[in-house]
């Protein structure tokens, strides 16, 4: 149960800088990180006590895996969180072309 | 005074050794990736990573005039390509898509597990090539300028 709580504590320190925090780099770091803790929750959900990784070797039974599904559920989420970064990272360059700046309290011409 | 281009050149030296290395882990990764953990979308990612470490040490026109953008999208657009052919492969000689259509061998060698080797190799080297150029754009593309 601990362990869920500190994904929990992962997300809300993510949560904390998107919402608070002024640099869109930093607005962009808490986003990756809130992923982060929303993926540690997901292995977590699939863990069983005394579980080993789930990959089949000789002479391994198969019962004695933690579950696999969510875990490639997970690889595919960390794709997905990839190709985002690449976005707003993208779109952080464009800004800071435009307004040579990366405070969002300084972006707000509406055009121009 | 004139900056040479790159890192200093102890970050090159250092880069020289053990870029292969890195390079080489991300091949064994792809080529492992039915048998360990790992598989073609990590073994990908530290091939695109080797690239962008050489780009970082040593500038931007160092990889540029070695590695042609033009190749590194022929390369992802092969990557993407082929998996969707090799899914054809299984509909066309049986009737289902993506069906393992090659024999599945004796388990836990390397040489096993039908045509899943193939379409890690193939996943590899679109990510590989995709982290790369997401990397390159970023990094160098300025708009209004060429291409």
């Given at each position: 149960m601990g362990l869920y709580f500190m994904s929990f504590i992962l997300f809300a320190v993510g949560l904390y800088g998107v919402l608070v925090k002024k640099d869109l780099v930093k607005i962009i770091i808490g986003l990756t990180i809130m992923g982060y803790g929303v993926n540690l929750f997901l292995i977590l959900i699939g863990y069983r006590r005394e579980g080993l990784y789930p990959i089949l070797e000789?002479?391994?039974?198969?019962?004695?895996?933690?579950?696999?599904l969510p875990q490639a559920m997970v690889l595919t989420a960390i794709v997905v969180e990839l190709a985002v970064l690449a976005l707003l990272v993208s779109l952080a360059v464009r800004l800071y072309e435009k307004?040579?700046?990366?405070d969002i309290t300084k972006i707000r011409r509406l055009k121009g | 005074m004139e900056r040479e281009e790159g890192m200093t050149l102890i970050v090159k030296t250092i880069t020289r050794f053990t870029v292969w290395l890195i390079l080489l882990y991300g091949f064994y990764l792809i080529m492992h990736g039915h048998l360990t953990p790992g598989g073609g979308f990590a073994g990908g990612l530290v091939i695109g990573l080797s690239f962008i470490h050489l780009t970082l040490a040593y500038g931007r026109d160092f990889v540029r005039r070695r590695v042609k953008v033009e190749l590194m999208h022929a390369l992802e657009a092969t990557g993407s390509l082929v998996f969707l052919l090799l899914g054809l492969v299984g509909l066309v000689t049986?009737?289902?898509?993506?069906?393992?259509?090659?024999g599945h061998g004796e388990?836990?060698?390397?040489?096993?597990?039908?045509y899943i080797p193939l379409l890690n190799l193939v996943i590899g080297l679109k990510v590989g090539a995709g982290l790369y150029l997401a990397f390159y754009y970023l990094a160098d593309y300025r708009p209004g300028e060429g291409k």
């Amino acid at each position: 149960m601990g362990l869920y709580f500190m994904s929990f504590i992962l997300f809300a320190v993510g949560l904390y800088g998107v919402l608070v925090k002024k640099d869109l780099v930093k607005i962009i770091i808490g986003l990756t990180i809130m992923g982060y803790g929303v993926n540690l929750f997901l292995i977590l959900i699939g863990y069983r006590r005394e579980g080993l990784y789930p990959i089949l070797e000789k002479g391994r039974a198969a019962a004695a895996m933690v579950d696999p599904l969510p875990q490639a559920m997970v690889l595919t989420a960390i794709v997905v969180e990839l190709a985002v970064l690449a976005l707003l990272v993208s779109l952080a360059v464009r800004l800071y072309e435009k307004y040579r700046t990366h405070d969002i309290t300084k972006i707000r011409r509406l055009k121009g | 005074m004139e900056r040479e281009e790159g890192m200093t050149l102890i970050v090159k030296t250092i880069t020289r050794f053990t870029v292969w290395l890195i390079l080489l882990y991300g091949f064994y990764l792809i080529m492992h990736g039915h048998l360990t953990p790992g598989g073609g979308f990590a073994g990908g990612l530290v091939i695109g990573l080797s690239f962008i470490h050489l780009t970082l040490a040593y500038g931007r026109d160092f990889v540029r005039r070695r590695v042609k953008v033009e190749l590194m999208h022929a390369l992802e657009a092969t990557g993407s390509l082929v998996f969707l052919l090799l899914g054809l492969v299984g509909l066309v000689t049986s009737g289902v898509f993506f069906l393992n259509f090659l024999g599945h061998g004796e388990p836990f060698t390397l040489f096993s597990a039908g045509y899943i080797p193939l379409l890690n190799l193939v996943i590899g080297l679109k990510v590989g090539a995709g982290l790369y150029l997401a990397f390159y754009y970023l990094a160098d593309y300025r708009p209004g300028e060429g291409k």
